[in-house]
């Protein structure tokens, strides 16, 4: 018998370890481990494509055929705006009864390099549009989940996708558990550095000779991608002055999209929202926020999932017009986990947004912040805002042998692990999961079931799209 996602287990406060792990051992009585390795579709399924629909009302409609035809590229684009559809699925799946904070959308594209403050390139979540506490499993089976998808697209025969998922949960378990014999603090400081990233996969996580060249060129590019690389890319010179360089429908200038308000207008309203987001932030990060000025914004599509959500970049200027700072305000609507585990305690679902990162991460962009604006429609809505681009780096699957993705599903286990550990029980959830590898067994089986409903699904908006009943604009891919 499963425990419903909304109602969580908990030590009483400051519990020894030993009542913490019997809470853990208590749970596995209540929901048996091998229990997580069916996914059977629930007779009352709701239609994924009616899901999508309903996510579309909110967002741009111009947007929207892109997000549809981005989604029907692959199985996996699929997989990747579909966090909405596999939580609803979750939603009857059994639970420990055990919470953490959830990215929400832990598949293996959204785990990369990112700079920290302290400009070390480090490995870590990054996206966390769906943020909110919830059954700790459920992570763990979108990020499973996504191993077999992107194995399949890449020719990996049955035994090479079952070791990945097996290896990349293995990891996952033997770090909660190794979590749940280190102090607070020192779980709360453990990173992964580019430094031991490239010592990992050139010794314990066997990658191939091939991984771990593209390893060290995916640090090395990595490095050059920030706000320098992105004013060269995306800006121009306009009367002697640098502006964003419009690329319809992918990114328009504010003042293309808005053509009868004066520039000077537009100017003065999104001053406003830096000025107010710019209070969300640590004052020694305000002020250096502080000495730029506003030079350009435009609208910008961005990835699969998040197509026709409303998202702004800012092109900001510091000492001079070379000192660029591109910053990117995207909207913050419910997460789709919030039907399934409760709402968020944050009224402001930027501060939702920021609060999970803040909470997740090892480390956090200095200029991660939230406002609520007002819309051109006259409508409310919230923002997160961060930079654009600060040392970025993201994997490529389809480049990726066996070896390569099983390195890589061990890295991203590890660090989830780390994620959880740090406002879940830790104590609780390593005992749950145990020594042995009963939770790794059945999460293969999971992961190759629900990977069957994903692809049957992806038929489903293909066919939809052929039919004419759903819209879509090829575009390049994101």
Known sequence: MSQ????????APHATPENRAALGKEARRRSPRSGH??????????????ILQAQSEARVPELVPIRYARMMESPFRFYRGAAAIMASDLADSPVSGLRAQLCGDAHLLNFRLLASPERQ???????????LPGPWEWDVKRLSASF????????????????IVRATVRSYRKAMIRFAETSNLDVWYTKIDADLLESLASGRLQATKRGRKNLAHAIAKARTRDSLQAFDKLTETVDGRP????????LVPAGDLLPDVKRSALERQFRGLIERYGRTLASNRRTLLEDYRLADV?????????????????????RDDQDPLFLQAKEADTSVLAAHVGASQYRNQ???????QRLMQATSDIFLGWERVDGIDGKQRDFYVRQLRD??????????????MQAFGELCGATLARAHARSGDRIAIAAYLGSGDSFDRALTSFAESYADQNERDHQALLDAVRAGRLPAQELPAA
């Open 4 to 11: 419903n996602a909304t109602t969580a287990m908990r030590a």
């Open 148 to 163: 077999v998808i992107a194995g399949r697209e890449n020719g990996f025969d049955d035994d090479e996708r079952a070791r």
């Open 298 to 318: 435009a609208r910008k599509v961005v990835g699969v999932g998040s197509v026709g959500t409303r998202c702004w970049i800012f092109l900001l200027l510091g």
């Open 350 to 356: 930027g501060e939702r947004v920021v609060s999970g």
């Open 243 to 250: 502006r964003i360089a419009a690329d319809p429908p992918l």
């Open 391 to 404: 040392w970025k780096g993201i994997a490529i699957p389809e480049r990726m042998r066996p070896k390569d």
């Open 37 to 50: 390795a069916v996914y059977t579709p629930s007779p009352d399924r709701p239609d994924p494509l009616s």
């Open 121 to 131: 390139l480090v490995f870590d979540i990054n996206d966390f549009d769906e943020t």
